[in-house]
């Protein structure tokens, strides 16, 4: 969960490693660091904290036609400017990694007994003595004779004094592209960190390899063989992830759900249902088979899966099982005849949810399908079936848009199954897709409630601890709004479906304990009403989103936020919204680091 950076060029590199440290910063900001050669001689500058520490450190002009940058997330080793990368070794090896090295432990004894000395706790050190215990003259060769012993998920970019035209790069799990420019070549983590030098990548793939120099490239496989790669050209803009008028990253991007989810529509439905081929041309066949679904993915991403496990069951009458990718694939699971398995990432290189993928034996699997927001992701090569979710770059580490696109895009999964299996009729289809088209407008509406919202934020400043209610499928997005809340004020926070109170959390409800009450006007109402009685009569406060015809007794001690919708479908895409406003602004006014929480990375891409 780091953010890794390379650049060869006939100008100075440090500008351009810098700015794409500041773009990879949402993936890991507890250290970051910059090498540079220069004459032979290898350059670096580290420091504790985030990219903005590192900079103050630089010298007016650090010399450099060849570098590599690093911003850290900690796996091995606390925090600190001896564990921050680059790593060297005798001066002359430079490396930064993104990843794992499991059996370092190993490999760092024999090379102590070698004569090599350590000075940082971290498991990438190791590699930068090994690749330096291997190296002669072929910089490259002596890259993959290391590699080859490394057991674990990584990204490197490596750099050597002795020979300061080549950069050699390489991915095994975790993710890492290649950013071709005019007599200028770089490598990065994401084509975020590049694009305002290049708009022309390649993806490596699974154990490929990358040569660069300023005139040139090469790729190479996992056994050393040179490879041709397609180039893909991005359409992104490099100011897409400006924050603009914004005070944060997330605000812009809570606002910015309306349009996310206007693009994840556009070309794919019509009044009726959804257009053919939205999820691939093997959709079809695929689809026709699929007899149970299997949901896998990770924080945000899984609460968005159990919406719509509600869904899948309630509209089509299919076996949907939801299941948190780290424990999945670690167990021995009984995979039912004709199951689609369903992976749902923002990245696309979610570690667990990738692995996951990757350990498919059943025969029993009809195919594979990724929802997923980066294309050339490693989720969407490696899935028979994808559907992008077009919400477009989202840098605040706790996901807004791109939760809202999943639920949307997992709902064009519904309706598509439904109309090619004929498990729902027409008139469901066109209701369903008169709500998608409207959907947008009704977002934007329920964004003007933000100043009661932030009115109303500041009676959680000083509480530790909160409680969110929510039935059916919006049980699911309670458990979104508290993780929204815990993730970004630090406030504790937990959710619970309402009709579990009296099994234990009625215990905690207290006058410093707000309760927040997911209310949509539906046939589970008048449970919910009950469940808020049980509440007010332990002397909690309720803070109730309500959405519009939702009949409620509320008295003066309640906080009641009626929502402008009434909606059957999208319902809990347009609940999570106020949700996520509340939060964000719970955050501002406890004076956090809402776009960068502490110990969190945007990017999961170790276990």
């Given amino acids: 969960m780091c953010g890794i950076v390379g650049a060869l060029a006939h100008r100075d590199v440090s500008s351009i490693l810098l700015e794409g440290l500041y773009r990879l910063e949402y993936r890991g900001y507890d250290s970051a660091g910059i090498a540079l050669i220069e004459d032979h001689n290898l350059a670096r500058f580290r420091a504790l904290g985030k990219v903005k520490e590192l900079e103050a450190k630089l010298p007016a002009e650090p010399p450099g036609h060849i570098g590599i940058a690093h911003t850290r997330w900690a796996t091995h080793g606390e925090p600190s400017e001896s564990n921050a990368h680059p790593h060297f070794s005798n001066d002359r090896i430079a490396i930064v990694h993104n990843g794992i090295i499991e059996n370092y ?142 005070r944060h990253y997330m605000q812009k991007e809570i606002h910015e759900q309306g349009q996310a989810v206007a693009e994840c529509l556009e070309g794919r439905i019509s009044d009726q249902s959804v257009l053919d081929n939205v999820f691939g041309f093997d959709a079809g066949e695929i689809f026709a088979r699929v007899e ?99 919400a477009g770059p989202e840098i605040g580490v706790a996901s807004t848009k791109a939760f809202s696109t999943q639920l949307v895009s997992l709902l064009l999964l519904v309706v598509t199954l439904g109309r090619q299996q004929q498990r729902l009729d027409q008139k469901t289809q066109s209701a369903i897709m008169a709500e998608l088209i409207s959907l947008p407008v009704q977002i934007d509406t329920l964004l003007k409630l933000e100043s009661q919202i932030e009115s109303i934020a500041e009676d959680f400043v000083d509480k530790q601890h909160a409680l969110f209610l929510g039935r059916g499928e919006h049980f699911p997005i309670a458990m979104e709004g508290a993780l929204k ?109 809402v776009d960068q929480p502490r110990n969190l990375a945007k990017s999961v891409t170790v276990e």
């Fill in 105 to 246: 432990r190993g490999i760092r004894e024999r090379l102590q007994q070698a004569g090599y000395e350590f000075s940082s706790e971290t498991d990438t050190e190791v590699v930068a003595h090994l690749i330096d215990s291997y190296y002669k003259d072929d910089l490259f060769a002596a890259v993959k004779q290391a590699v080859d012993e490394l057991e674990g998920a990584f990204a490197l970019g490596i750099i050597a004094t002795a020979d300061p035209r080549t950069l050699v790069a390489c991915r095994r799990g975790n993710p890492l592209v290649v950013g071709l420019g005019i007599k200028e070549n770089f490598v990065a983590s994401d084509v975020s960190a590049l694009l305002p030098v290049t708009n022309r990548f390649v993806y490596l793939e699974e154990g490929d390899y990358v040569v660069l120099n300023n005139n040139e490239y090469q790729i190479y496989n996992a056994k050393g063989e040179a490879k041709e790669p397609d180039i893909f050209v991005s359409e992104v803009n490099s100011d897409a992830a400006n924050k603009g008028e914004y």
């Fill in 292 to 390: 149970n679904i299997q949901i896998i993915a990770c924080g945000t991403s899984y609460f968005a899966g159990m919406v719509a496990k509600y869904w899948i069951e309630a509209l089509l009458d299919l076996p949907c099982q939801v299941e948190v990718a780290s424990e999945f694939r670690y167990r021995k699971s009984v995979v039912p005849a004709n199951t689609l398995f369903v992976t749902l990432s923002q990245s696309g290189e979610t570690a667990d949810t990738l692995s996951a993928l990757r350990s498919l034996t059943s025969d029993n699997y009809c195919g594979s399908l990724s929802i997923c927001n980066a294309p050339e992701s490693s989720l969407v090569r490696e899935s028979d079936l994808v559907l992008m979710t077009r």
């Fill in 485 to 593: 809340l815990k993730e970004i004020s630090y406030i504790h926070a937990e959710a619970y479906p309402a009709g579990e109170l009296k099994h234990g959390p009625l215990a905690l409800v207290d006058a410093e304990m707000p309760v927040v009450v997911v209310a949509p006007n539906d046939d589970l109402l008048s449970k919910l009403h009950s469940n808020m009685q049980e509440v007010k009569a332990r002397g909690g406060k309720l803070y109730v989103f309500a959405h519009r015809g939702a009949q409620l007794e509320t008295d003066a001690d309640d906080v009641l936020i009626e929502m402008d919708c009434d909606t059957d479908y999208v319902t809990p895409i347009l609940s999570v919204i106020p949700l996520q406003v509340l939060s964000y602004h719970v955050a501002v006014l406890r004076g956090t680091d």
